[in-house]
């Protein structure tokens, strides 16, 4: 073979491998949470949701709309933390998860706190469904 040809192969081979690398890069790169203001626009839509299966007062809406938003922050700083110990992270959301629950639970009727607990399954189910649809991270 000619040094030309060598050269040439060398180049071509370099060049998939770089767009195979870019492709992957890119691929993770959409993997990342959505945006803080899609995450608001599905607490909106969720509120929506909760107001008509739940039969909420003005006032409770009022009220879950506030603790939603503390609840949407509070994880919002526990996702952008520097130190991303996954361990400290998932602690962290739970207590939060819990501070949420028993927000709920103070502002709903029991009533209303079955039916949310019905829901809340409802939508566990749901995103599993969907998680398990979706190649896993790291993994085509």
């Given at each position: 073979?000619?040094?030309?040809?060598?050269?040439?192969?060398?180049?071509?081979?370099?060049?998939?491998?770089?767009?195979?690398?870019?492709?992957?890069?890119?691929?993770?790169?959409?993997?990342?949470?959505?945006?803080?203001?899609?995450?608001?626009?599905?607490?909106e839509?969720?509120?929506?949701?909760?107001?008509?299966?739940?039969?909420?007062?003005?006032?409770?809406?009022?009220?879950?709309?506030t603790?939603?938003?503390?609840?949407?922050?509070?994880?919002?700083?526990?996702?952008?933390?520097?130190?991303?110990?996954?361990?400290?992270?998932?602690?962290?959301?739970?207590?939060?998860r819990?501070?949420?629950?028993?927000?709920?639970?103070?502002?709903?009727?029991?009533?209303?706190?079955?039916?949310?607990?019905?829901?809340?399954?409802?939508?566990?189910?749901?995103?599993?469904?969907?998680?398990?649809?979706?190649?896993?991270?790291?993994?085509?």
């Amino acid at each position: 073979m000619t040094r030309k040809f060598k050269l040439s192969l060398a180049f071509a081979v370099l060049m998939i491998g770089t767009l195979v690398l870019a492709q992957g890069a890119l691929a993770n790169a959409t993997k990342q949470a959505p945006p803080a203001q899609d995450r608001e626009r599905l607490g909106e839509k969720r509120l929506e949701i909760l107001k008509e299966k739940l039969s909420l007062t003005d006032e409770q809406a009022e009220a879950i709309k506030t603790a939603m938003a503390e609840h949407r922050a509070k994880m919002e700083e526990v996702r952008n933390r520097t130190n991303r110990d996954p361990e400290a992270m998932k602690e962290a959301r739970e207590e939060i998860r819990a501070a949420m629950e028993e927000t709920m639970k103070s502002i709903l009727t029991k009533e209303q706190y079955a039916d949310w607990e019905i829901l809340k399954a409802e939508w566990q189910k749901r995103r599993d469904e969907r998680r398990q649809h979706r190649p896993r991270r790291g993994h085509r």
